[in-house]
């Protein structure tokens, strides 16, 4: 068992291998997706609440946590969009309530579009939107033999406690266990070698057209210090994407489920009981 009570396992999925923590109880499903660099820690202070309410499925996404760091996997979203929505299928799980955060935003937006049928609601926690795909003298110079040793230089170059002081707007919260939690992927070969075929892979996020198809109930929630993806991303998706509200906490940051995990339960409660 995980630290929040979850059951822990390793499924296959298009041969690779997902770490997930999961409780299917019988009660309506929700699938966590996290962000960019992190894992399945991103949801533990939610997860204590939310298993009360729901059946819950997280995975560690392909390179990133404890999943596989696969040099032959495509890391574009449309790639993760369809493994996840594979490992559901997998796991017999439908109409389902998607809950992501930042990057998994994007993943989970792609997964929406893809398969509609399958998810009544989204719930985007301080999710990426608008960024264009890489430039092509980037994508070009990662295939440079030295380009890994730049990119451990350039992630290394601050502490792991300074790079989380740009995702907390409550400085207090950063403990020793959040830093090495966060520390932990820079030890790891593989990590740096999915970075690199992320930076390649990666295509620009939803266009306005794209988000203008999606008719699922959708809940932006958005803490308004947000220093990685600034509220005006927020209020831009709300715009863009037909079915949605936004909702923001004044004195929060980007790692929002740390910092108001009872304001974003209760949201998700609210969000996920309300008719179809």
Request: hydrophobic share 40%; charged share 20%; proline share 4%.
């Amino acid at each position: 068992m995980s630290f929040n009570g979850l059951n822990q396992s390793y499924i296959k999925v298009d041969n690779i291998n997902l770490y997930c923590e999961y409780v299917l109880n019988g009660k309506p499903p929700l699938f966590l997706i996290h962000g960019f660099a992190s894992s399945t820690y991103t949801f533990r202070r939610i997860i204590p609440f939310l298993q009360k309410q729901f059946s819950i499925i997280a995975v560690d996404l392909p390179g990133f946590g404890k999943s596989e760091k696969s040099t032959s996997f495509v890391y574009s979203y449309q790639n993760y969009a369809e493994l996840l929505i594979k490992c559901l299928h997998q796991l017999d799980v439908t109409n389902v309530a998607i809950v992501a955060h930042s990057m998994g935003g994007q993943i989970a937006l792609n997964m929406a579009r893809m398969t509609p049928e399958k998810i009544n609601k989204l719930i985007l926690l301080c999710s990426s939107g608008y960024l264009k795909k890489a430039r092509k003298l980037q994508v070009y110079s990662s295939y440079l033999p030295f380009f890994e040793k730049f990119v451990r230089y350039y992630v290394g170059r601050k502490e792991v406690k300074d790079h989380l002081k740009n995702v907390f707007y409550n400085q207090a919260l950063i403990n020793d266990e959040i830093i090495n939690e966060f520390a932990r992927p820079l030890s790891e070969k593989g990590f740096y070698q999915a970075l690199i075929r992320l930076l390649r892979h990666r295509e620009g996020d939803l266009l306005p057209h794209q988000l203008q198809e999606i008719q699922i109930p959708t809940l932006l929630i958005w803490g308004q210090e947000d220093r990685v993806v600034p509220l005006e991303v927020g209020q831009r998706l709300v715009r863009d994407l037909p079915n949605a509200q936004l909702i923001s906490y004044e004195k929060t940051g980007h790692l929002i489920t740390e910092e108001r995990p009872i304001d974003v339960f209760k949201q998700i409660l609210i969000h996920t009981s309300e008719a179809l």
